[in-house]
């Protein structure tokens, strides 16, 4: 039924039935779309501030703290629900945070730093062992490219020869 044939009784109930039907579906897919786009720290932020919006409507209603009640438990379980859902984005972790105290900012320090731990870490206290293995059976040649150019020019230039001498 569409709404120019509804009822003008029924408008309101059928509005409020759609609100309350269509609400859950577009926060829902709106939450998730936000966590897939900003991480779920932007997604803690977005909860808040709807919990606030909530918590300070002003509501003429009988029921109004039992609607903010059910409207908070919506906001939550779909926040909830967005940031569990696999496609939701990392968030970044704060490097600052775990960065050792006194380390240096200063790209040429670091570089330093690190050519200084290098060389403290050489010669190695345990050498590379040298580990052989062998084929029983004996050897095959090995053969490096040079040699293996070198074989197929000879092998074209027999090929070239028996060619000419036919």
């Known amino acids: 039924m569409s ?4 009822h003008p009784e029924h408008v309101d109930d059928t509005r409020r039935l759609a609100y309350s039907t269509f609400a859950p579906v577009l926060i829902s897919s709106l939450a998730k779309r936000l966590a897939r786009s900003q991480g779920t ?6 909860e808040k501030s709807l919990i606030r919006l909530i918590e300070n409507a002003d ?3 009988p ?6 009640e059910f409207a908070i438990e919506l906001v939550v379980s779909t926040m909830t629900e967005a940031r569990n859902h696999p496609d939701s984005k990392s968030d970044v972790e704060a490097v600052g945070e775990r960065r050792a ?8 320090t670091l570089e330093e730093q690190l050519q200084s731990g290098l060389e403290d870490s050489f010669p190695a206290s ?3 062992a040298v580990v052989s293995t062998s084929i029983s059976g004996g050897s095959k040649d090995l053969v490096g490219t040079d040699e293996v150019l070198r074989r197929k020019k000879e092998a074209a230039q027999r090929k070239q020869e028996k060619a000419d001498a036919s």
Request: no cysteine.
């Open 59 to 61: 509501v003429d209603e």
């Open 63 to 68: 029921q109004a703290e039992a609607m903010r």
């Open 3 to 6: 709404l120019q044939k509804l």
């Open 41 to 46: 720290k932007e997604l803690s932020d977005v």
């Open 101 to 108: 105290e006194g380390r240096s900012e200063n790209p040429d």
């Open 126 to 128: 345990d050498p590379p």
